[in-house]
């Protein structure tokens, strides 16, 4: 199984920073690596498909790079509806995989 | 606007099995062919996790190793409705259950696009 490695776990931040969140596979993955985002009580949402296509409908404040191993999602200009726990996945392979997560809190 | 509509929360004992279903409302699941659905579960303080997905245009299912033999995962397209099947439950499968529509372009993203809001199932004695 390709493993998803997902670093802070947890960060702190402010309205209007900018951060970023780092994802690493343990294989190479292409480009196939997804970024959701999950508030409690909601579905998760899918914000970056294809490691840096914005699906339609979120805001161009979130962007996403990377190739292969290692991808970044970052966040520009934090929004008081960002905070939330934010998870990368591979669609690379069955089983996909998610990464642990990255809560997002003020 | 097509949303997937989940059925109601569960609590089930140890040992008994829980059927959770999944119908588009508001259209098909998808307008094409090549799609698949998915299967999510979140238990309480941990993150999402994936159990098994049916690609209805192949009449395919593959589950995670962890759920093989637990799991069925089945789809009727014509209907555009599907349901997660978990036998011998545990307490440790206290989860909200999700599914979620796959599409993509397979050259480079596959991706879940469209999700239900979630199934509480609550495994006790």
């Known amino acids: 199984d390709i493993q998803m490695t997902q670093s802070p776990s947890s960060l702190s931040a402010s309205v209007g920073d900018r951060l970023t969140i780092t994802c690493r596979a343990s294989?190479?993955?292409?480009?196939?690596l997804n970024w959701y985002q999950h508030k409690p009580g909601k579905a998760p949402k899918l914000l970056i498909y294809?490691?840096?296509s914005l699906q339609s409908g979120v805001p161009s404040r979130f962007s996403g790079s990377g190739s292969g191993t290692d991808f970044t999602l970052t966040i520009n200009s934090l929004q008081p509806e960002d905070f939330a726990t934010y998870y990368c996945q591979q669609s690379h392979s069955t089983p996909y995989t998610f990464g642990q997560g990255t809560k997002l809190e003020i | 606007q097509v949303q997937l509509v989940q059925s109601g929360a569960e609590v089930k004992k140890p040992g008994s099995s829980v059927k959770v279903s999944c119908k588009a409302s508001g259209g098909t699941f998808s307008n094409y062919s090549n799609y698949a659905i998915n299967w999510v579960r979140q238990a309480p303080g941990r993150g999402l996790e994936w159990m098994g997905r049916v690609i209805p245009m192949l009449v395919i299912s593959n589950y995670a190793q962890k759920f093989q033999g637990r799991v069925t995962i089945i789809a009727d397209k014509s209907m555009s409705t599907a349901s997660m099947e978990l036998n011998s439950l545990r307490s440790e499968d206290t989860a909200v259950y999700y599914c979620?529509?796959?599409?993509?372009?397979?050259?480079?993203?596959?991706?879940?696009?469209?999700w239900g809001r979630g199934t509480v199932v609550t495994v006790s004695p």
């Open positions: 979620a529509r796959e599409v993509g372009s397979g050259t480079n993203d596959w991706e879940f696009d469209l």
């Open positions: 294989q190479t993955i292409g480009s196939f």
């Open positions: 294809g490691a840096f």
